[in-house]
């Protein structure tokens, strides 16, 4: 029953803020009693769920942001797949200060932008969303994460996405990295199926409730809940370092 509730919570931010839901899922799974290296393999497994669903929804209410979140997967999902070569060599601690000050840019991005862009955004060149999604990917597959807290507020502050589509390809982003995770896990024995399976199955109701409240709340509003999210973030990062 538990397992329930947690993945009904977790799949709710997800759907709402477009992340993959990790840094919701573990700490809460680890109160309960599970150890890290089981917290992340559930939370990964969830992630899958997560994303995969909440993408789907948001496709069905903006399909022309499909392409892009192909393309900014593809980048992430190869640099992801370096990030068994760079962890061995640096310490995990400058990456976990390297998110940090990511974050903190991020707030600063989002807080400047605009509530609604008066630039309309164009087609982007295929090149720099790529190259995005790879640098991206090899930091957030580095230290465990989703990956759309460092990619939303690109989009938003220089790219000029509306925050909200912004999140939706955060979370397209998502897939591309839990996936890959979820098979280096599940390969190496490490996978919690049982568990995992019934965190992401009860997420997927809530990341139902999360998209359809997500696009009937005001743009200011989810700005404001948007920065407190990541004002959380911040603050668990910091009692971590």
Same mark, same amino acid.
């Given at each position: ?11 709710? +931010? ?5 992340? #993959?839901?990790?840094?919701?899922? +573990? ?14 393999? !559930? ?7 997560? =994303? ?16 892009? %979140?192909?393309?900014? #997967?593809?980048? %992430? ?32 991005? !989002? ?5 609604? *862009? ?5 087609? *982007? ?19 465990? +994460?989703? #990956? ?5 507020? !690109? ?25 890959? %995770? ?6 190496? %024995? *490490? ?27 005001? !743009? ?15 603050? =668990? ?5």
């Amino acid at each position: 029953m538990e397992l329930i509730f947690l993945g009904i919570i977790t799949g709710f +931010v997800s759907g709402f803020f477009g992340v #993959g839901g990790g840094m919701i899922l +573990v700490p809460m799974l680890l109160l309960y009693g599970f150890d890290m290296k089981s917290a992340v393999a !559930i939370s990964i497994m969830q992630m899958v769920f997560s =994303s995969t669903y909440g993408t789907l929804l948001n496709y069905k209410k903006n399909k022309t942001l499909l392409k892009d %979140g192909i393309i900014i #997967g593809i980048g %992430g999902f190869l640099g992801g797949s370096l990030s068994g070569f760079i962890v061995p060599n640096i310490d995990g601690q400058y990456l976990k200060y390297l998110f940090l000050f990511i974050i903190i840019l991020g707030i600063i991005t !989002i807080y400047i932008s605009p509530v609604e *862009h008066s630039k309309v955004v164009k087609k *982007h060149n295929k090149f720099p969303l790529l190259v995005l999604g790879f640098f991206i990917g090899i930091i957030a597959m580095s230290i465990g +994460v989703g #990956g759309s807290v460092m990619l939303t507020p !690109i989009l938003v502050g220089f790219m000029y996405y509306k925050l909200k589509d912004a999140a939706s390809l955060g979370l397209f982003f998502v897939i591309f990295s839990s996936i890959a %995770g979820f098979v280096s896990l599940s390969s190496n %024995g *490490h996978m919690l199926f049982n568990e995992g399976f019934i965190v992401g199955l009860a997420s997927l109701f809530g990341v139902f409730i999360g998209i359809q409240i997500k696009q009937k709340i005001q !743009i200011k509003s989810y700005k404001n809940l948007t920065l407190g999210l990541y004002l959380v973030i911040i603050v =668990s990062l910091l009692f971590k370092l």
